[in-house]
């Protein structure tokens, strides 16, 4: 039986090394700021893994439709106005390609493309072609490309991966938190959205470690419970639960047992959840050195009288995070600056993210075969 396959020289992209970081190493800074690595993450990250694209509460009523990206690539997500089940295609029409929707609202009977007036049913079947004998061509194979789509407690993901795996599968314990919080009840308490000249990966990373708590956050300061996190890392993701001091819990809930659920979902979502809300932070990759971040929460109405305070709270950390975040990718650009190091605890998620991260773009340039072989590009435990 042949031995495991060597790769002698792994993929190397603008000078970074595909290769998952060693125990406690980072990623190099070229990782971040190279516009070559970005463009291959489109489609060895985004492409590869589901995606939030929006919420239950963007879809009410049949018809209804959202467009989102998912990496470079447009989506359209909407509620079959038979089954009532969400659809997901690409939003492109298979004529030259144009995109067929933009934002939200309802389709209608049909949707029909802006350029040549192609229509598809809501079913993505291709309904009405102007001057239909003058294709050469079996139009009946032409319908709207299908997207995978799922939803678990009040968020919609996608994923233009066939292969990839399940939505179950990728969530993980998110599923099982929120249902046992009753979580589809909650309502929209407020959303806010930021755009940031840094790449996505440090907002992701600064999301995935409590070491800068103490020192750049205030408010978490004074509510979390030090030293009391326990953190899970799971195959397309990490969640840490954080004990909030029990002087601050009220009644009924077990001042000994509440706690904060700090995820994240690979590679860009940030669910934090409470046991009276979410708070989900979505990093939306826009190029190497910007991103957008998408912020929506939802609460327990039986907690709404507490909104400004947590919106203010929220809006306050976000503020110091950014802040240290810009001062991260400034520094990045160092000449001379060799790849940094993460806490074996406190930044665990940094190095499962970033071994994550890296498999997932050597896989996309090396035969699978070969990389599933190798040790060196295997995802390592943390
Ligand atoms: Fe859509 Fe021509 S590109 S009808």
New binding site residues.
Partial sequence: MPGPVAIDRPPVVDAVELVPPAPGKNLPPRAFTSPEIFALEQRAIFARSWIHVGDLGDLPAAGDYLTAMIGATPVIVLRDPRSGELRGFLNA?R????QLLEGRGSCGKQIQ?P????SYGLDGHLIGVPYRDQFDCDLSQLGLVPVRVGSVGPLIFACVDPTAPSLDEWVGELAPAFAQRGAERWQLAYELTYELPVNWKLFVENANEGYHIPVVHDVLTDVLAPDTDVTTLEAHGAFTYVRVKPELVPPPFDPMQTKVRFGHLFPSFIPVLTLTDVTYLRIDPLAHDRMRLFVRCYDDPTYAHLRDFRRAAFERTTAQDIEVVQKTWRGLHAVGLPAGVHASRLEARIGHFERRWATAMARELVDDRQVARSPALAVAPA
Wanted: with cysteine; charged share 10%.
């Fill in positions: 029409c004529h030259r390609g144009a493309c350029y040549h007036a192609w």
